[in-house]
C-alpha cells in the first residue's frame, strides 16, 4: 500500500484546457488576457478540448467548459457510485476505520498476554554444594518444579504469540492504508477528466476495501487466540516459585 493514487483535480484539468483567441483575427492568448494583443478586439475564451466557447466568470479559476464539465461529471459518475457502494459515505467509512481502531484497542486489552507471564525470569540455580545437606533434596526438587513450570509457560506463550506476531503494528497498518485510500477517494471532486485517474481511483478503492477486510481478519484472529492454557500454566509457575522460595527458608 506504499502508492496510493495520486489523483489530478478534474476540475483543474478543465480550467487548463481553456484558452483566449481573438474574435478578429483568431490570434491565440493566454486565457487571461482580455484584448488581442495583434489587433486590439476583445478575446474569447473557448475550450480546448472541444473547441466550444466558455463564458467568461466573474472568478477566473471556475473558468470551465460547460460541455467537457458535464462529461467528466457523467463519465465520473459511475466511479461516485462504485465508491459509494464499497466505501458508503465519506462519513460512514470515517467511522468504520474508528470502530475497527476501538474494537482492537478493546480486543488487545482482553486478549493479551499479562506482561507477568512474558517477562518471568527463571530463577538462577544455586551452588547446590553449598546448600545445607539437609534442606539439599527438597530444594532441588521444587527448584526443579519451578524450570519444568517455566519451560512449559514459555512454550504456550510462543504459540500463542507466533500466529499474532507484530499485531498492533499490521492492525494499525491495515487501518492507515484504509484511512489514506479514505482521503483521497473523500477529496476527489468526482469530475473523471483523465483516463489514468480512473485506473488510479480503482487501485484506491481496491486497496481501500481490501484493508478494511485484512484489519477484520486481524481482529478475528485475535479473537480466537486462546490464553486460558498460558494463564493457567502461569498461575502453576507462581505457585511452584513460591514452593521453592519457602524450601529455601
Ligand atoms: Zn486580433
Ligand atoms: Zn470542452
Redesign the pocket.
Known sequence: MSALANLQSGRTL?HA?VRARCIACRTESASDVMLCPRCAKMNELY??????S?LRSTDASEEV?????Q?ATSVGSSMCAQILKVMGTPAAAAKEIASLRTRFASLAAQFSLPERVIAFVPPVAPDWTRVAASKRVMQRSRFDEVMVSHAQVRREVESATRSTVNFETRIENACSAADAAREVLTAWDGLLVDVRDQGRLEETLVAYSDSIRSAKALLERLKERDLSRALDLDAARTAAMSAYKIAQK
Do not use: D, E, T
Open positions: 478543465l484546457k475550450c480546448g478540448g472541444c473547441m466550444r466558455v467548459c460547460a460541455h467537457c464539465l462529461v
